[in-house]
């Protein structure tokens, strides 16, 4: 009797576990919805040297799907100045102007916060970017600051801005300094 009941309630763990991993699945929280909207972010932006023509337009129509319509990027890039977007159009534009000046482009998100707003309708991330070119010795990281709203429900990129550190000289790390961190 006692191992028919101990039986029952391992069966019934193992259901209550099964349920909630495919509720998980099935309604992913909003956080990891965000946090996989930039790592697909991180994706489109990035091209490979072997991009064809209808490729590299599906691949920025699919980098400007990322963001909303109205989106606004200002960046404060040392020794470069300043900058700002407006529009998907510039993005789209920036996109293909990237792409004939760089044979391409790998960009990766890390160290990602996620902070949801009371109404669960607007997010802000903060993150490092950072960007990697093989004309370049030096990779780009910048901190930056992005600000997510929810529309029919997807997440999108309303604004990006430049976080102000205090080590604002240096933001270009040599390579062979960032390749022994395995």
């Known amino acids: 009797a006692v191992m028919r009941l101990l039986g029952r309630f391992l069966l019934l763990a193992a259901a209550v576990a099964l349920g909630y991993w495919l509720w998980g699945l099935a309604f992913p929280n909003e956080e990891r919805l965000i946090r996989r909207h930039l790592a697909n972010t991180a994706?489109?932006?990035s091209f490979g040297r072997q991009e064809g023509a209808l490729e590299r337009f599906g691949n920025i129509a699919e980098l400007s799907g990322c963001f909303t319509p109205e989106v606004q990027v200002h960046f404060d890039v040392p020794r470069q100045g300043q900058f700002s977007l407006e529009g998907r159009?510039?993005?789209m534009g920036v996109?293909?102007?990237?792409r004939e000046y760089t044979s391409s482009l790998k960009v990766d998100f890390l160290d990602v916060s996620v902070v949801l707003d009371p109404g669960r309708e607007n997010a802000t991330a903060t993150l490092t970017a950072r960007a990697e070119t093989p004309t370049d010795r030096d990779l780009f990281v910048q901190e930056l600051k992005l600000?997510?709203?929810k529309q029919n429900r997807r997440w999108l990129i309303r604004r990006i801005e430049t976080v102000k550190t205090l080590s604002r000289s240096a933001p270009m790390h040599h390579r062979s300094e960032t390749s022994h961190d395995t």
């Open 89 to 91: 159009d510039q993005i």
């Open 95 to 98: 996109a293909a102007k990237l």
């Open 147 to 149: 600000f997510l709203k």
């Open 43 to 45: 994706r489109a932006a």
